[in-house]
């Protein structure tokens, strides 16, 4: 069975929050943003990341919306590959991995 199927009702609530507040916020992040960066693609990705991992519910929605400005400012993307939103206590953190390094 497919993960995203699998969220409770206060996860639907948390997910819809995330959105409104990353998509609320996503003219900021435009400015700050490296331009080879697409941000409608960066929320895309943290929605997901939040819905395969329901601990980054958890986190407050600002550290959410801050590590993905931090993933743009190096020009890399939170897809599980280039890197990670990993959840610690109630902040997310952006984490690059080595293949975002490589192509750094």
């Known amino acids: 069975m497919n993960q995203m199927t699998i969220m409770t009702d206060r996860q ?4 819809a929050g995330l959105k409104k507040f990353l998509n609320r916020s996503s003219d900021q992040f435009e400015l700050m943003a490296a331009s080879r960066v697409d ?3 960066m929320v895309r990705f943290a929605l ?3 819905a395969l991992n329901p ?3 958890e986190c407050q929605p600002a550290t959410v919306g801050l590590s993905l400005l931090n993933a743009a400012q190096l020009g890399l993307e939170p897809d599980g590959y280039h890197g990670h939103l990993i ?3 109630e902040t997310c953190v952006f984490v690059p991995d080595y293949k975002g390094f490589a192509k750094l």
């Open 48 to 50: 997901t990341a939040a």
């Open 39 to 41: 941000v409608d693609r």
């Open 55 to 57: 601990k980054l519910f």
């Open 87 to 89: 959840p610690y206590k």
């Open 12 to 15: 639907r609530q948390a997910m």
